[in-house]
Protein backbone atom coordinates (compact mmCIF):
# COMPACT_ATOMS: atom_id res chain seq x y z
CA UNK A 1 0.00 0.00 0.00
CA UNK A 2 1.43 3.29 -0.78
CA UNK A 3 1.85 5.58 2.07
CA UNK A 4 0.23 8.68 0.06
CA UNK A 5 -3.39 7.31 -0.26
CA UNK A 6 -3.70 6.21 3.31
CA UNK A 7 -2.39 8.82 5.05
CA UNK A 8 -2.32 12.92 5.13
CA UNK A 9 1.66 14.29 4.26
CA UNK A 10 3.49 15.10 7.17
CA UNK A 11 3.97 18.48 7.94
CA UNK A 12 7.23 20.34 6.74
CA UNK A 13 10.52 19.73 8.77
CA UNK A 14 10.89 22.80 11.57
CA UNK A 15 13.49 25.66 10.21
CA UNK A 16 16.25 25.99 12.69
CA UNK A 17 18.81 28.48 13.00
CA UNK A 18 21.02 25.55 14.69
CA UNK A 19 22.60 23.14 12.07
CA UNK A 20 23.44 19.84 12.97
CA UNK A 21 26.84 19.20 15.32
CA UNK A 22 26.98 23.26 16.26
CA UNK A 23 28.53 23.91 20.13
CA UNK A 24 25.62 24.26 22.35
CA UNK A 25 26.62 26.31 25.86
CA UNK A 26 25.57 24.24 28.56
CA UNK A 27 25.84 27.15 31.09
CA UNK A 28 23.45 29.49 29.70
CA UNK A 29 21.27 26.02 28.93
CA UNK A 30 21.08 25.62 32.72
CA UNK A 31 21.44 29.34 33.98
CA UNK A 32 24.68 28.35 35.69
CA UNK A 33 26.84 31.46 36.80
CA UNK A 34 29.83 31.80 38.65
CA UNK A 35 28.87 32.16 42.00
CA UNK A 36 26.40 29.39 42.54
CA UNK A 37 26.07 26.43 44.95
CA UNK A 38 26.79 23.34 43.08
CA UNK A 39 26.70 19.67 44.04
CA UNK A 40 28.74 17.16 42.55
CA UNK A 41 26.68 14.66 41.42
CA UNK A 42 29.18 12.15 40.05
CA UNK A 43 32.76 10.82 40.18
CA UNK A 44 35.13 10.46 42.99
CA UNK A 45 34.08 13.77 44.27
CA UNK A 46 30.32 12.40 44.41
CA UNK A 47 28.31 14.72 47.28
CA UNK A 48 30.32 17.28 47.93
CA UNK A 49 29.42 21.44 47.60
CA UNK A 50 31.02 23.87 46.22
CA UNK A 51 30.73 27.24 45.01
CA UNK A 52 31.47 27.53 41.00
CA UNK A 53 35.13 29.46 40.86
CA UNK A 54 34.96 29.34 37.09
CA UNK A 55 33.10 28.41 34.28
CA UNK A 56 34.87 27.10 30.64
CA UNK A 57 32.03 28.00 27.91
CA UNK A 58 33.71 26.78 25.10
CA UNK A 59 34.44 23.04 26.80
CA UNK A 60 31.12 22.88 28.75
CA UNK A 61 33.24 22.93 32.45
CA UNK A 62 33.23 24.52 35.43
CA UNK A 63 35.80 24.84 38.39
CA UNK A 64 33.91 23.98 41.87
CA UNK A 65 35.99 25.59 45.01
CA UNK A 66 37.35 22.69 46.82
CA UNK A 67 36.44 19.89 44.54
CA UNK A 68 37.78 17.14 42.08
CA UNK A 69 41.23 18.15 43.49
CA UNK A 70 44.64 17.06 41.53
CA UNK A 71 48.44 17.45 42.17
CA UNK A 72 50.23 19.84 40.10
CA UNK A 73 53.83 20.67 39.11
CA UNK A 74 54.75 24.40 39.89
CA UNK A 75 57.97 25.84 38.49
CA UNK A 76 58.64 29.50 38.94
CA UNK A 77 60.95 31.74 37.15
CA UNK A 78 63.94 31.45 38.92
CA UNK A 79 65.77 34.82 39.46
CA UNK A 80 68.42 35.34 41.95
CA UNK A 81 66.19 37.93 44.14
CA UNK A 82 63.42 35.50 44.76
CA UNK A 83 65.26 32.56 44.14
CA UNK A 84 62.15 30.28 44.34
CA UNK A 85 62.12 26.14 44.08
CA UNK A 86 59.50 24.03 42.11
CA UNK A 87 56.85 22.45 44.16
CA UNK A 88 54.00 20.20 43.86
CA UNK A 89 50.36 22.06 44.10
CA UNK A 90 47.32 21.19 44.41
CA UNK A 91 44.81 22.41 42.04
CA UNK A 92 40.77 22.06 41.44
CA UNK A 93 40.76 20.33 38.15
CA UNK A 94 37.59 21.37 35.79
CA UNK A 95 34.53 19.27 35.72
CA UNK A 96 31.77 18.86 32.68
CA UNK A 97 28.49 20.35 33.66
CA UNK A 98 26.68 17.35 33.29
CA UNK A 99 28.19 16.21 36.51
CA UNK A 100 26.82 18.90 38.67
CA UNK A 101 23.61 20.08 40.55
CA UNK A 102 23.31 23.70 41.20
CA UNK A 103 21.79 23.79 45.00
CA UNK A 104 18.16 25.44 46.27
CA UNK A 105 19.62 27.85 48.69
CA UNK A 106 16.14 27.49 51.11
CA UNK A 107 16.01 23.44 50.44
CA UNK A 108 19.39 22.91 50.02
CA UNK A 109 18.63 20.30 47.68
CA UNK A 110 19.53 19.58 44.00
CA UNK A 111 17.52 21.73 41.48
CA UNK A 112 16.79 23.36 38.14
CA UNK A 113 16.48 26.97 37.47
CA UNK A 114 14.11 28.45 35.31
CA UNK A 115 14.13 31.89 34.45
CA UNK A 116 11.05 34.16 35.40
CA UNK A 117 10.16 37.59 34.86
CA UNK A 118 9.14 39.70 38.09
CA UNK A 119 6.62 42.78 38.67
CA UNK A 120 9.21 45.16 37.72
CA UNK A 121 9.95 43.64 34.06
CA UNK A 122 13.61 41.87 35.63
CA UNK A 123 14.12 38.70 34.11
CA UNK A 124 14.98 36.43 37.56
CA UNK A 125 16.65 33.15 37.88
CA UNK A 126 14.31 30.90 39.91
CA UNK A 127 14.57 27.59 41.85
CA UNK A 128 12.15 24.87 40.80
CA UNK A 129 12.28 22.87 44.17
CA UNK A 130 11.16 26.15 45.85
CA UNK A 131 10.32 28.97 43.97
CA UNK A 132 12.37 31.34 45.21
CA UNK A 133 14.91 33.83 43.52
CA UNK A 134 18.48 32.57 43.13
Given at each position: S?????MPPLPPKKATNQQVGTHVDFAKFFNIKEGDLVRVLY???????????R???KKNQVIVDGCNMTKS??????????????????????????????????????????????????????SKVSGCAM
Open positions: NRNSIGKDAGKQGVIRIDHFWSPRWTPKTRDVPSITTVEAPIHIHNIAPLDPVVKKPTRIKRRVNMFGESVRV
